[in-house]
């Protein structure tokens, strides 16, 4: 019998490639091995259908068969996914992208198999890194999303961000105030910037929030010059993590504790006592005037 106080999450981390269908073929037995043990939400990392050297515009062609077998196995399966990202070549609308640039598009597939939400990147990955690669432009290849999402689940509600967006904490305050209980993260971090920052900024957001973080994450080098930090992580409302991955790749099977929730925001109710935004002004009216 389910117990409706805890919710059993699984992670993929994994080392995508190049070729979509093998991509697919793994992440298929992945979905098999954690509905058998026991989970009901599945998370995949973001490029989970594919890290191609010259763009996710090479595997753009076969998103669509790629998450139409997605959904045969979450009905299947009776099991919920988020999707991880694929490369998508229209906006939500319909429309389609100019320019000849995708959208980094993650889809919430239900235990029916039907898609729920569909939340594309809103945060371009446009730096520079200390490591092999150096630079890195995904607007180049990408465009932006524009909105904030959300999706209700049969264990409370559930936003939406990906890789990038976890610098950004406006992002993660919006999904709080419109009610996230959890906030999926798939990421493809560089390991620089992994090791520098994944944990901190996870636990931070988690805290800031009182939300469940599930961050699966890619690992290894999915191609020569590129390297992923892994480390995937589940980050409880108060910033302890309840389970994180090394760095090569593994199923991540964690049992969240509903109850956690409200102990945390009852015991410390930062919802009700948020005061911003309030009149901002300079100390340049109370500098002293020269002679």
């Known amino acids: ?5 805890s919710l059993r999450v699984a992670l993929l981390q994994c080392c995508s490639g190049k070729h979509a269908d093998e991509n697919q073929s793994l992440v298929l037995t992945q979905m098999t091995r954690a ?3 026991g989970a009901r939400l599945m998370l995949l990392p973001e490029n989970v259908m594919g890290m191609h050297p010259q763009g996710p515009q090479v595997l753009a062609g076969q998103s669509s068969a790629f998450l139409q077998a997605l959904q045969s196995a979450c009905a299947r399966l009776k099991l919920w996914l988020v999707a991880g990202t694929l490369p998508w070549l229209t906006r939500p609308d319909g429309a389609e992208i100019s320019e000849g640039r995708v959208r980094a598009a993650c889809f919430v597939i239900d235990d029916q198999g039907q898609i729920v939400a569909r939340y594309d990147k809103i945060h371009m990955f446009d730096v520079q890194v200390a490591d092999t690669q150096g630079a890195y432009r995904e607007s180049d290849r990408m465009e932006p999303g524009d909105q904030v999402v959300l999706v209700d689940t049969p264990w409370g509600r559930l936003g939406l961000t990906i ?3 976890l610098r950004f904490a406006e992002l993660f305050s919006a ?11 798939p990421s493809a971090f560089t390991q620089i910037t992994g090791a520098a920052h994944w944990s901190t900024l996870l636990r931070a957001r ?6 469940y973080i599930w961050a699966p994450g890619q690992c290894g080098s999915p191609y020569p010059g590129r390297f992923t930090w892994g480390h ?3 980050v409880d409302p108060w910033g302890r ?8 790749p593994i199923l991540l099977v964690v049992e969240a504790d509903l109850n956690e929730l409200g102990r945390c925001r009852r015991s410390m109710p930062m919802s009700q006592q948020r005061r911003l935004p309030l009149q901002v002004s300079t100390c340049a009216q109370f500098a002293k005037k020269e002679d």
Not at 206 to 211: C, F, G, K, R, Y
Not at 242 to 247: N, R, S, V
């Open 1 to 5: 019998m389910e117990n409706p106080e």
């Open 163 to 165: 890789c990038y967006d």
């Open 35 to 37: 509905a058998e043990q």
């Open 175 to 185: 999904l709080m105030q419109a009610g996230a209980d959890f906030i999926a993260v």
């Open 206 to 211: 988690a805290i800031e929030n009182q939300v």
């Open 232 to 234: 995937s992580m589940a």
């Open 241 to 248: 993590v309840i389970a994180q991955a090394g760095d090569e």
